[in-house]
């Protein structure tokens, strides 16, 4: 059965910095690219960033742009979201999915997700 | 970026009642329009790809139908399982966006 699992997540002061990661199970990390996608509370998706599956090819929303970073280590089935400068509005729940490839296809596998609350 | 307006924000409905969510983009974005359900403190699923090929194991009362910038979500006979919000989401340019969601509450 595929399946990711996140962690990381936790509460964190505004400006501060987290690193989330997410393990993949159950399939060939390295053949799929890999997605961060967040939910606000009682809010709706939205997706922040997408990277290949050898790595060298990322993508972000301009909400995140320069502040958040992806990256991946396929020798342990791990993508990871590295966050800094971290605001109140990107409190949210944080899933990973795994893409069939970087574009078109859609996220086909999630995972549970992984709170992250910013305030002080 | 392209950005994706569903509607309507919210349905009650029947059960066994026909719904239909539709979803237009900002511009055309070919069949790269793909339907997500996702019920509370749930991940997101998905149900339609490419506008209208099903995913593995969906119920055949979701279909999807569209291309170019309008685009359609129907649930045929629905069922009280069914109650969930819907997200359209294109894939076809970078970044990618998410519609801002259709919840579905059945009476």
């Known amino acids: 059965e595929e399946q990711l699992v996140e962690s990381g997540g936790g509460l964190i002061q505004p400006g501060g910095s987290l690193r989330l990661s997410c393990v993949g199970s159950g399939f060939t990390f390295n053949n799929y690219a890999m997605s961060w996608v967040r939910q606000a509370p009682g809010k709706g998706l939205e997706w922040l960033s997408v990277i290949g599956g050898s790595g060298g090819n990322t993508v972000y929303a301009d909400s995140v742009k320069g502040r958040f970073t992806i990256s991946r280590d396929n020798s342990k089935n791990t993508v990871f979201l590295q966050m800094n400068s971290l605001r109140a509005e990107d409190t949210a729940v944080y899933y990973c999915?795994?893409?069939?490839?970087?574009?078109?296809?859609?996220?086909?596998?999630w995972g549970q997700g992984t709170l992250v609350i910013v305030s002080s | 970026e392209i950005v994706l307006t569903q509607s309507p924000d919210f349905q009650s409905v029947t059960p066994k009642e026909k719904l239909t969510i539709t979803c237009r983009a900002s511009?055309?974005?070919?069949?790269?329009l793909h339907w997500y359900q996702q019920k509370p403190g749930q991940s997101p699923k998905l149900l339609i790809k490419y506008a209208s090929q099903s995913f593995s194991g969906v119920p055949s009362r979701f279909s999807g139908s569209g291309s170019g910038t309008d685009f359609t979500l129907t649930i045929n006979s629905l069922e009280t399982e069914d109650a969930a919000t819907y997200y359209c989401?294109?894939?076809?340019?970078?970044?990618?966006?998410f519609g801002q969601g259709t919840k579905v509450e059945i009476k």
């Open positions: 999915a795994k893409d069939p490839n970087f574009v078109p296809a859609p996220s086909t596998v």
């Open positions: 989401h294109q894939t076809s340019r970078l970044p990618k966006t």
């Open positions: 511009q055309s974005i070919g069949s790269s």
